[in-house]
């Protein structure tokens, strides 16, 4: 079974490198194996305190998991690791640049609400910026340590990942 004092990080309990980029298919790997490990068929005829230990296990091996395979909750949990706390709940303040793209893409999306092709094209454009944040994080996270910056460019990711789902949401509703 894995190591329970590797807990307190998700990364050292799936035996991988502490990284923003992360290699999601060996990340699935670990959890599968982990999961083998504490299934409750195989602790059927345990301890009480065997079967609870496993159980415990298992439930850290979905928290880790999920964690781990969103690129929010991921750079959120290493900043965390690092002492930062995005503060996400009190901290709004976001660079003038990035707020006002994001009334520009408001407003075509209000602009253009009945314009299917216009509205998948804004979608273009809004998922090639998620993927530049993504970079941004990645770069802040695994190149320059810088904890801090990481934390304001995933604000800003929650926002982008917020307004996907009301432009996702009008082009359903005009499909």
């Known amino acids: 079974m894995a190591n329970p004092s ?11 490198n502490q990284q923003f980029t ?24 345990g301890s009480d305190t065997e079967q609870r230990l496993a ?16 690129p929010v909750q991921r750079g959120l949990y290493i900043c965390q690791l690092h002492g930062v706390d995005a503060k996400l709940e009190t901290n709004t303040a976001m660079p003038a ?3 006002m793209k994001q009334m520009e893409w408001r407003e ?11 509205l998948e094209k804004l979608m273009d454009e809004v998922a090639a910026s998620k993927q530049e944040t993504l ?4 770069q802040a996270i695994d190149s320059a ?6 934390a304001e460019l995933l604000r800003g990711l929650l926002f982008i990942d917020k307004f996907v789902i009301e ?4 082009i359903v509703a005009l499909a």
């Open 108 to 118: 075509s999306l209000d602009e253009q609400a009945d314009d299917l092709p216009a």
């Open 55 to 70: 159980m415990q296990m298992a439930t850290l091996a979905n928290t880790a998991l999920q964690t781990l395979k969103n």
């Open 97 to 99: 640049a990035f707020l």
């Open 22 to 45: 992360i290699d999601l298919p060996a990340l699935e790997q670990a959890y599968l194996a982990i999961q083998k490990e504490v299934h409750p068929d195989r602790h059927a005829r």
């Open 6 to 16: 590797a807990s307190d990080d998700y990364f050292r309990f799936f035996g991988l």
């Open 167 to 170: 432009l996702d949401d009008a």
């Open 145 to 150: 340590k810088n904890y801090q910056h990481a």
């Open 135 to 138: 970079a941004e994080i990645a």
